[in-house]
């Protein structure tokens, strides 16, 4: 019955040739250095579950920011769990997909044939940070509130541009509910979006160009 | 790389794979025991230490210290090397530098060697930048000063609680241990004015919480109430006013039950019948509330501070003014409603509760005691007593 589910689904998605695609490929033998893109991809999985459920309760107004935190660690159901997980998340993450690069850089394995993963993995830690940033004003509390407004005016120091590039962060002079609604928006939108179309390709070409083989010394 | 370095590297890789393992299992399973150990780390995380608890935005106190986010420390720190008319240099030239290096670095690092020994310069430069990253993240981690700590509450009962400190000390003194207003005497400008109640049923269910914080934020300078947000000139964090609004709302509103632990925590606690009260369980709760509004530094009080035990029985133009035995100390006869030498009756408005100068009228005359301890030593015998009593009632 089973092989027969199977079969007629095979038949219809072409599931075996992924399965031959991706899975039972052969890859060189590599050390416990080369996990740290997939720890990379889980955390981001575990921030899009979490992110998920907070976002049902959180709200993105400075009037209502701060309680309706309150609310998910006091009142919802593991609410103070999701957001633990969410928080330390993030941290792990940066951590994670940091070492990752270093990883791929003291192996060498950027060159030829996986320049452009390795753009794509550039990429992919700005955007990392990205949503730190934007993600440490969502609470609407003094660290976050001071924090961000250290951090935008740090752009506001560029030359010609500063004070354009200060305004669009902030939405006008001062942070705002302006100011909450586009980081809020940049957070669960626009970074995520970048980030999901980056992984894609970023492991799309992991599976077809297959991972790097540990650097042999070759004097010895 | 030229053609042939291409070659021979696929060539070399195509070996490596050969000689190598299947995706499934042997890769997949490490990818899985990582993944299953962080999400044990990051629950552990969440439980045990938790996301730290912080005090509302408050855009008008910007004695806040502000702190980023760990992980940008160290541009942060970078920062303050470059002040002033450079400061561009380290906000746009090092970052930017940075992003090209990283983003271009497989177009202009063209040696096919990927063993580290081969390729020392790329080696050095990166471990020197990585070790200068964790260095400026430690500096700027120790150089921030610690948050001086401000009075914040997270929860209801929390903030009935605050609320009521907060009220007490700066809303007392005009409108009233229970905001039943009246004429305000003794202090400076308002001496008086005739005030409303502010807990009255019509005032509860007219205003919303809204309106209260606004009131107290800005003030109602036309009526004579001064600003007390921050924002405004006043010295309220806008957590202390949340929570005086949450306080008055809970415990004035009859449409709303208080939680029972907040009532607790609010209640002035009885005394037992033999009891001697002490300053610590007993005296200082009704002092906080009826008193320390005034007697707190730069009030008129002929320079009567009540803030400490110590304040309340030393300071003061006729100190003493409390004498331990004496039931003609000024405080006592002062709250008996008695115009003496010392000054008119207290508080001045209103009368505290009879209960209330009991509690009181028996702490001076118990001695005075700070602590429960020194209060259980001066009681009368009670506990010792009673049971032996009773066994020799039983055992003949
Ligand atoms: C969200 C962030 C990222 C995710 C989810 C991710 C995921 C992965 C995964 C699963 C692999 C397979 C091999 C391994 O795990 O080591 C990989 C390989 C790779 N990643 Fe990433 N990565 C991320 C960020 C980065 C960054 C920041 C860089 C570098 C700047 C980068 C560069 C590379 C390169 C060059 C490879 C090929 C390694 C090899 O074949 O040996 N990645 N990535």
Redesign the interface.
């Known amino acids: 019955m089973a092989v027969k589910v199977v079969n007629w689904l095979d038949e219809r998605l072409g599931l075996l040739s992924i399965y031959n695609l ?9 050390n ?1 250095w ?2 740290l893109g ?2 990379s991809l ?2 981001f999985v ?1 921030q899009g579950i979490t992110g998920v459920f907070l976002s049902v309760y959180y709200v993105p107004d ?1 009037e209502k920011a ?1 309680s309706s935190i ?1 609310y998910i ?2 009142g919802v159901a593991f609410g ?2 999701i ?3 969410h ?3 993030a ?2 993450m ?2 994670f997909v940091f070492i990752h690069m ?1 990883r791929t ?11 452009i993963t ?2 794509t993995g ?2 992919l ?2 955007a990392t ?1 990205g949503m ?2 934007t993600g ?1 004003l969502l ?9 961000t ?3 935008t005016a ?2 506001g ?3 010609v541009v ?1 004070d354009f590039i200060l305004r669009i962060l902030r939405g006008g002079n ?2 705002s509910a302006v100011t909450l609604a586009r980081f809020f928006s940049v957070h669960i939108w626009f970074l995520p979006v970048v980030i999901v179309g980056l992984i894609s390709v970023h492991m799309y070409l992991v599976v077809r160009l ?4 540990e ?5 010895e | 790389m030229n053609e042939e370095q291409k070659q021979a590297y696929l060539e070399d890789y195509k070996q490596e794979k050969e000689k190598g393992v299947k995706f499934y299992p042997d890769i997949i399973y490490k990818d899985l025991i990582v993944a299953f150990a962080l999400f044990l780390l990051l629950v552990g995380l969440a439980i045990y230490v938790g996301v730290a608890a912080e005090p509302p935005a408050d855009p008008s106190d910007s004695s806040y210290i502000p702190r980023p986010e760990w992980y940008f420390l160290f541009l942060f720190q970078l920062l303050k090397y470059f002040p002033g008319q450079i400061e561009w240099v380290g906000t746009v030239i090092i970052p930017t530098i940075a992003v090209l290096a990283l983003l271009l670095l497989p177009f202009y690092d063209r040696s096919p060697f990927r063993h580290w020994k081969k390729r020392k310069v790329a080696t050095a430069i990166m471990s020197i930048v990585v070790i200068g990253m964790v260095a400026l993240t430690v500096l700027a981690a120790v150089s921030t000063p610690p948050q001086e700590e401000v009075a914040f509450a997270t929860t209801i009962t929390d903030k009935i609680v605050l609320g009521q400190d907060v009220y007490s000390i700066h809303c007392v003194e005009c409108h009233g241990a229970e905001g039943e207003g009246g004429e305000i005497v003794g202090v400076e400008g308002l001496e008086g004015v005739f005030l409303k109640s502010i807990s009255s049923q019509d005032e509860m269910y007219t205003r919303s919480d809204d309106t209260f914080f606004a009131i107290i934020d800005y003030g109602q300078p036309d009526l004579g109430m001064p600003p007390y947000g921050l924002g405004y000139g006043g010295e309220l964090t806008r957590g202390e006013i949340d929570a005086i609004v949450n306080f008055m709302r809970y415990t004035w509103d009859d449409r709303v039950e208080i939680p029972e632990e907040a009532a607790q925590a609010g209640a002035i606690p009885e005394l037992g019948p033999n009891e001697i009260p002490s300053y610590e369980v007993h005296i200082e709760p009704i002092v906080k509330r009826y008193c320390v509004s005034c007697h707190r530094p730069g009030k008129k009080n002929n320079n009567y501070l009540m803030r400490s035990f110590q304040e309340t029985m030393e300071t003061g133009d006729n100190a003493p003014n409390v004498i331990p035995g004496d039931l003609n100390s000024n405080n006592i006869l002062m709250m008996n409603r008695q115009e003496i030498e010392a000054g008119g009756p207290m508080p001045p408005t209103r009368a505290l509760k009879p209960e209330l100068i009991v509690i009181f009228e028996k702490w001076v005359l118990g001695g005075a005691p700070e602590t429960a301890e020194e209060a259980a030593a001066l009681s009368p015998t009670e506990e010792p007593t009673a049971p032996i009593t009773e066994e020799t009632e039983v055992s003949p």
């Open positions: 991706v899975f039972d490929r052969k890859v060189p033998k590599v416990w080369f996990t997939s720890a889980f955390l575990v400075p701060y309150q660690m006091n103070w769990l957001r633990g997980i928080h330390w998340g941290t792990l940066v951590i270093l850089f003291f192996m060498g394995a950027y060159k030829y044939p996986r320049e390795w753009v550039v990429v830690l700005l940070l730190g940033f440490y609470p609407w509390n003094q660290r976050a509130y001071w924090a407004t250290v951090g740090i752009a120091t560029v030359p500063g001062d942070l297959g991972i790097s083989s650097p042999k010394d070759e004097a």
